[in-house]
């Protein structure tokens, strides 16, 4: 199968809000009047992000899920992305897999393939997303302020356990690991919650590396401090019962240096409390309250005995991991 | 060298036109009300678009340049672009040379970088670029008309002339070899030529796949056809006196199916015969006449004596090369 074989049966399909999509040499979209384009791109490369032997259609969804969550940490809402593939060979099981887990995810979220490029090449997947988002009600790391709560949405741990069990670091039922490794590699971006808190939140970020070394931007960027307790990593929303059943140092490392977890981290007013569990009920997303933005700068961690936790937590860094 | 700390020093730059940039989860733009927004992505793959040996500058310049021929092909004027770079490892000495190439390709055409991604993995460059385009005014691979002069812009086949040397499929003298290298490794995109064909020319597309191939892309999408002589192949602007040295069968090979050239190939009414050579000559860039678009489907194209070649050019194809 050629290169504009394989573009045609696997990722050209009618267009719909793009005035020209896949198969020239742009494709062309009018943006709507008015409003701002946010923009991202991730990279995702076979032995560093993702296993061999990963289910394409969980690779095509990762690849995408992992760009819509960098729209949702801005608030953005999603119209387009394009698609560079390099691929060692051009394999239609795969690719059909492949296209069918990212293309569910598009659609489920109006997110049109506008273009792209394929090539031969050691597995590599790289996504350019566009959104949409009225002006000045982005979402972004430099505008947390001190007093604000600190939240986070859904799950935290549960692809760092997948990852420890592969790398022979635990053991666990396979029934746990299986819900563990679709949180690895099926992450559910927060694609409506990150729009519902337009005007709500301050600061917010997708934890991709670790919630410590994320939040850790936050704080950078904002030049703010926080206080973090650890109670809720006894239990809370934030922690499945399969994290929860860990050891208290590996699931402390799980839950707060993990990573791969593309769930919100946001700062919002203490005012808004209520506003944000009433609309994270709507979305029937878990919202948890992890700690308090301080203005004194310094990130502290307190176990739940008040006591500060001194452990340096790595976060996930592509040149020293 | 962390990840953030290689962000930092080669790609951080102060933010020009966007409005947020490098460092966020998004990158934020504000499109210029009323025009159209041409986006294309191009993936570079070490040992099948670029040799290990490159210069690093060159390699930089390159990524970027192929990208902004797309823009170029539709006539839009670059914006801002994204880079997602995969690194075996992090080499400052590289890493200089390739964002200074990189940069200064930018900033000759005022194309800012607003955001990506850095990993490690194989070498492989992956770029998206944005354009600005007024509606209607795109330059498209369907819009041939029969009667159409077909247009070529620079010169042909000495990128391909350099493959073949480093090939060793011929010889020449080192100094030639540098100026196809060159060529090769330098390509120049016809950015204002794109933007200057607005309102004149009816189809264009960049020559990267290889003259015929590209040709037979407008065609297709034009659902015309064409008929070329090939006096020009034996004299004419388009081929360089390096080419022209090149025996008669391997020349017609490197000019008409050679690729990388990235000049631009465009169909125009004839009436607009004298607009375009004086548009091109305030450019400084020479255009070239080599055929007619015809009503009649297919290609033909004749020897200087008025004869079919009948040869078969094989365009350049990722997954059959």
Same mark, same amino acid.
Do not use: Y
């Given at each position: 199968m050629g290169e504009f074989d394989l573009i045609e049966r696997f990722f050209q399909r009618p267009s719909r809000r793009a005035v020209l999509s896949v198969g020239d040499d742009c494709a062309l979209i009018q943006p709507a009047a008015g409003q701002q384009l946010a923009i991202s791109t991730d990279m995702l490369v076979e032995g !560093? *992000?993702?296993?061999?032997?990963?289910?394409? &259609?969980?690779?095509? /969804?990762?690849?995408?899920?992992?760009?819509?969550?960098?729209?949702? &940490?801005?608030? &953005?809402?999603?119209?387009?992305?394009?698609? &560079?593939?390099?691929?060692?060979?051009?394999?239609?099981?795969?690719?059909?897999? +492949?296209?069918?887990?990212?293309?569910?995810?598009?659609?489920? /979220? #109006? $997110?049109?393939?506008?273009?792209?490029?394929?090539?031969?090449?050691?597995?590599?997947?790289?996504?350019?997303?566009?959104?949409?988002?009225?002006?000045?009600?982005?979402?972004?790391?430099?505008?947390?302020?001190?007093?604000?709560?600190?939240?986070?949405? #859904?799950?935290?741990?549960?692809?760092?356990?997948?990852?420890? =069990? +592969? !790398? #022979?670091? $635990?053991?666990?039922?396979?029934?746990?690991?299986?819900?563990?490794? =679709?949180?690895?590699? $099926?992450?559910?971006?927060?694609?409506?919650? #990150?729009?519902?808190?337009?005007?709500?939140? *301050?600061?917010?970020i997708d934890v991709s590396d670790g919630l410590l070394g994320d939040l850790g931007h936050i704080l950078k960027r904002s030049g703010v401090g926080a206080q973090m307790e650890t109670a809720w990593v006894q239990g809370s929303a934030a922690v499945t019962p399969d994290v929860l059943a860990l050891p208290w140092p590996r699931r402390l490392d799980c839950v707060l240096a993990g990573g791969d977890d593309y769930e919100l981290l946001f700062t919002a007013p203490v005012l808004h409390r209520e506003r944000i569990h009433a609309l994270a009920s709507d979305l029937e997303v878990p919202v948890t309250r992890i700690g308090r933005i301080t203005a004194e700068s310094g990130l502290r961690v307190m176990d739940p005995h008040g006591q500060p936790i001194n452990r340096r937590f790595a976060s996930f860094d592509h040149f020293n991991a």
């Open positions: !560093r *992000h993702f296993l061999s032997t990963v289910d394409p &259609a969980r690779l095509g /969804h990762k690849a995408l899920a992992v760009n819509l969550s960098d729209l949702a &940490a801005c608030g &953005a809402k999603p119209v387009a992305f394009t698609l &560079a593939l390099a691929l060692p060979r051009a394999d239609p099981a795969w690719l059909e897999g +492949f296209s069918r887990g990212l293309f569910q995810l598009a659609d489920a /979220h #109006g $997110c049109e393939l506008i273009g792209g490029d394929t090539t031969q090449g050691p597995l590599n997947l790289s996504i350019t997303v566009l959104g949409e988002v009225p002006p000045e009600q982005a979402l972004l790391r430099h505008a947390a302020q001190a007093g604000d709560d600190i939240w986070v949405s #859904g799950t935290l741990g549960d692809a760092r356990l997948a990852l420890e =069990v +592969f !790398r #022979g670091n $635990c053991q666990v039922s396979g029934e746990v690991l299986e819900r563990a490794r =679709v949180r690895m590699e $099926c992450p559910t971006p927060r694609v409506e919650l #990150g729009q519902a808190l337009r005007n709500v939140a *301050h600061a917010a």
